[in-house]
């Protein structure tokens, strides 16, 4: 059924199945489709295309696979006027994502303090199962933050102003309303604000091991050699909670609408109704509160820095949205259009003179941060045009598992992985000793490839590669 | 709530519960059995509060999903951990329960995984005369 139309881009037509509007396109090189057609990722695809009001191509990245309802990896535009908001669409960790800070330290200036720093890091970022925050909020203050986002954090002595400038969104989606947020989502969230979480989530000390774009790594300021701190958390289980809330609200308001859909957590309501107006003022406050959460993480990462190597003048390079819902302006079959693009584990990667765009990344692009699995590499890509014809404006998210959380522990116990990857030159420091094996690096598809493949398709361009030296894992 | 009441699914990037019983009522108490076993040690909860649960849905696959949903956000909105329940009354649009535990202690109590949510891919709910069996996946 699936049809090569060019180099990395497979077809998925309109016969697949029942009901599809649009075709779907998966973008990916020969091994990375077997991996792909293994799971239900291809139906998963097929499926979004028969959500009403889409437009262009139900998509899905290299790094894809089987999610819920949505692929992860998945990216879906809808008409504004006709089409449909789909909270699965989102994802259940609205605003998961990744920030880039970069420091003024080389590899070698690090090295020999790493160990201290990676303990002070894990003691200032509180992370793993359970974890409380250790900023106590009433509700009037998370209120504060679901309006304000990284804005809050930056006014409440958590970085600077200077550092929203190079976060999507300036780290603040103005139409978040914490009213359209429901208690129990507030309930989930309040303890949890600053919280790294468990799971794939991760903060890693990494170096610039190659650049690719030396005018693209210079705007971003990423030198060889040169230390950098990766994030990866999102919204905690305040933005699940708002997931499974308007899950819910959707479910119900789906016969109002006469809606009919093919897998029941593909819930959908029209974006212009009550409902979906209200999904999307919640998502976005708990996107905001996933751009606090991070924010935060920074200072205390800067913290660190200042106590062991005695600066911590870290600036962040970008911070993107992997789960995310955005109303933007695209060409479709030739005419511009204002849509939803859904993006589901993928990243925006908008290309040079975007009025979105930073002042000082407006001639080059925005950057794509691609988070590799623990121990192997990330990366950093820039946006491109080609971007905006084929995927509105989309590239992929990360590496993306291959394997389950229980296939993945088999074989090998925490200190061996632990010891494995300290031979590779990566020291680890986790709160879960069953956590850590569960995200071991072959549990993933290899990352380089996927970026190959976004590289080469053009829907992103390679700009310099990451390798770490520390993680610290939830 | 025997541990062999409930086996834990393998999926690509999370776990599921697949549960059983002689009855619905027992499938659903198991599958919150299953649930739990993922998030916690359940051997280290004290039953030393009660709380009552209703919850009304549209049907049998909704309800499963509102009914671990509740014990999740007990868990992580409220600090309550639960450790056993019991189901009194189940219809498609309606269930009653008492569940037992504790406050959340991170000194007494471990956790394994943040569960996210609770989700209807693959959902199955099968009621035979030889028994029931429910099966659903957690977002980790």
Redesign the interface.
């Known amino acids: 059924m699936l049809k090569k139309i060019a180099e990395h881009r497979y077809v998925i037509p309109k016969s697949f199945r029942e009901g599809m509007t649009i075709e779907g396109l998966i973008y990916a090189n020969d091994e990375l489709i077997r991996q792909i057609e293994k ?1 239900e990722t291809l139906a998963q695809v097929a499926n979004v295309a028969t959500l009403p009001g889409l437009v262009g191509r139900s998509l899905a990245m290299p790094d894809a ?5 949505f692929a ?1 990896g998945g990216v879906a535009a809808a008409d504004m006027d006709k089409g449909v908001i789909s909270a699965g669409g989102v ?3 609205i605003n998961c994502g990744v920030r880039l800070l970069v420091s003024d330290f080389t590899l070698e200036e690090v090295k020999p303090k790493l160990d201290a720093l990676l303990n002070q890091m894990f003691r200032d970022i509180p992370c ?4 409380k925050g250790v900023v106590g909020l009433n509700y009037e203050q998370l209120d504060d933050v679901l309006r304000n986002g990284a804005h809050w954090a930056a006014k409440n002595g958590y970085g600077t102003s200077a550092d929203l400038e190079h976060i999507e969104e300036t780290g603040r989606l103005a139409s978040a309303d914490p009213t359209a947020v429901s208690n ?1 989502a507030k ?2 969230g309040r303890d949890q604000l600053g919280t790294l ?3 794939n989530h991760f903060a890693e000390v990494q170096y610039v091991s190659e650049v690719f774009d030396d005018e693209a790594a210079q705007t971003f300021c990423l030198r060889q050699g040169h230390i950098v701190v990766m994030i990866h958390s999102g919204s905690r ?1 305040l933005g ?2 708002v ?2 809330d308007y ?2 609200i959707m ?2 308001a789906m016969r109002k609408y006469n809606i009919q859909i093919v ?3 593909l819930a959908c309501v029209p974006i212009k109704s009550p409902e979906g107006q209200n999904y999307l003022r919640a998502m976005a406050a708990a996107a905001n509160f996933a751009f606090a959460n991070r924010q935060m993480m920074s200072h205390w990462t800067r913290e660190a820095f200042a106590k062991v190597l005695g600066r911590g003048n870290l600036h962040v390079v970008y911070d993107v949205c992997h789960n995310i819902a955005k109303e933007e302006v695209h060409t479709v079959d030739g005419a511009e259009r204002r849509v939803l693009v859904h993006r589901k584990g993928a990243t925006r990667a908008f290309p040079k003179h975007r009025p979105e765009l930073p002042k000082d990344y407006f001639e080059v692009g925005q950057p794509v941060l691609i988070p590799g699995s623990m121990g192997t590499c990330s990366y950093v890509l820039v946006g491109t045009e080609k971007a905006m014809e084929e995927t509105f404006g989309s590239s992929c998210h990360g590496a993306g ?7 993945a522990k088999k074989n090998i116990t925490a200190e061996q992985l632990i010891k494995e990857l300290k031979a590779k030159g990566v020291t680890v420091r986790g709160a ?1 000793k ?2 850590l094996t569960e995200e071991k690096p072959e549990a993933y598809k290899d990352v380089s490839q996927v970026v190959e493949v976004v590289h080469d398709a053009g829907i992103a361009r390679k700009v310099a590669k990451l390798i770490p030296i520390g993680v610290i894992k ?1 | 709530m025997a541990e062999s009441r409930y086996r834990i699914l393998e999926h690509p990037a999370d776990v599921g519960i697949e549960a059983s019983g002689v009855s619905l009522k027992e499938a659903f108490e198991n599958a919150a059995a299953g649930l739990l076993s993922i998030i916690t040690d359940v051997e280290s909860i004290d039953a030393a509060e009660e709380r009552y649960i209703r919850l009304t849905a549209t049907d049998f696959d909704n309800l499963l999903v509102k009914w671990l949903s509740e014990i999740l956000y007990l868990y992580d909105g409220e600090d309550f951990i639960v450790g056993e329940v019991e189901i009194e009354s189940l219809s498609p649009t309606q269930l009653e329960a008492i569940v037992s535990g504790e406050p959340y202690d991170a000194n007494k109590h471990s956790t394994h995984l943040d569960v996210k949510a609770v989700t209807y891919h693959q959902l199955k709910i099968q009621q035979k005369k030889t028994g029931c069996l429910v099966r659903v996946y957690l977002d980790i």
Not at chain 1, 128 to 131: L, P, S
Not at chain 1, 401 to 407: C, F, I, L
């Open positions: 799971d696979h089987q999610g819920y309802g992860i994802g259940f960790d793993g199962t359970g974890k129990r309930h989930r979480g468990s799971g289980g699940h909670q997931c499974t899950l819910e479910q119900s897998d029941r957590q598992r291959a394997m389950s959380r229980h296939a879960s069953s956590g939830g």
